[in-house]
């Protein structure tokens, strides 16, 4: 199969041409109807990389998004967002039974600049989400999100003056703080898969700690767990964080603990042979950590089993 061609859109007035649509009325941020984007067959050969901000809501979209090496299908209509420097493609569908609908919200970076969203924009993680960790919204959540994109519009539009920057700001602030709000939702409401990926988790971290992986490797990366389940590390931390109060990271180190306690209370493995056997380099690295989280040395907790 032949490696698609990656497209690097800098500016909005770029992805205006690029997609038929008229000059954006202001080249920092735009509000774009899905149903006037423009699409042809050469889309599905061209994998693109945005400089700037896209958040958006689609419906009756049939296509599927590509992010790394897997395809997910968006027929449901959900948003996502997109942050500066992803890699996606887009693969059309021949016949679309009928019209795409939703709304994309482009912002670059430079409109930010020297506003506290900034940086503040960083701690919303799900802007490195995986494409396919999309946010799926009720009738009345989509509501609210368009009813604040729409205000973002009419504030560009209008006459700009010294407040604008300020309003549009505020409006950007309140629509990524219900999107923060609105995964949590989902967290807690899409039982079945967030289920099923604890599960895998679970066997992921008993497969590596009963086998020989610890010992040569060390303690499993938070990446490469969340490469195993197919989802993006602060995906994967986000949903464990809503649905058991602890991060990847915590959980690792948990069964960590689980495993170090077995061998402390049924072998008679000096502590420096047990922290080997558990990846560390070095003993008092395990015995401090062991301290942190049990309030006790691997010494104490073996002297109460006997």
């Known amino acids: 199969m032949a490696q698609k061609e990656i497209r690097r859109i800098k500016t909005i007035s770029e992805y205006h041409r690029l997609r038929g649509l008229p000059p954006p009325e202001h080249p920092l941020i735009s509000l774009i109807d899905y149903g006037s984007i423009k699409r042809s067959a050469a889309s599905n050969t061209i994998s693109w990389v945005l400089d700037f901000y896209s958040i958006s809501i689609k419906r009756d979209f049939y296509a599927k998004i590509q992010y790394g090496q897997q395809e997910y299908d968006f027929d449901e209509g959900l948003m996502f967002f997109i942050a500066p420097g992803q890699v996606y493609s887009v693969k059309v569908a021949d016949k679309p039974v009928k019209p795409h609908t939703g709304w994309m919200l482009l912002i670059h970076p430079d409109f930010l600049w020297n506003t506290p969203l900034a940086k503040g924009i960083k701690k919303y993680e799900y802007f490195d989400y995986a494409v396919h960790e999309a946010l799926f919204l009720s009738d009345k959540e989509e509501a609210t999100m368009k009813g604040i994109v729409q205000n973002i519009q009419q504030e560009y539009r209008a006459n700009i003056d010294k407040f604008s920057q300020d309003i549009i700001i505020a ?49 499993p990366s938070v990446q490469h767990i969340a490469d195993q389940l197919h989802v993006s590390p602060n995906y994967l931390s986000g949903l464990l964080k809503v649905l058991t109060g602890q991060s990847t990271q915590q959980h690792i180190h948990e069964k960590l603990i689980d495993k170090a306690k077995e061998k402390l209370s049924t072998t ?3 502590v420096s042979e047990i922290a080997y056997a558990l990846g560390f380099e070095h003993p008092q690295s395990f015995s401090k950590l062991f301290k942190t989280k049990t309030n006790l040395s691997p010494l104490e907790f073996r002297q109460s089993f006997q």
């Open 171 to 219: 409006q950007l602030d309140l629509l990524f703080a219900y999107g923060e709000r609105f995964y949590h939702r989902q967290f807690l409401t899409r039982k079945i898969t967030n289920h099923k990926i604890l599960n895998r988790l679970e066997e992921i971290l008993s497969e590596y700690f009963d086998g020989d992986a610890l010992a040569t490797q060390g303690l």
């Open 268 to 270: 008679d493995l000096s």
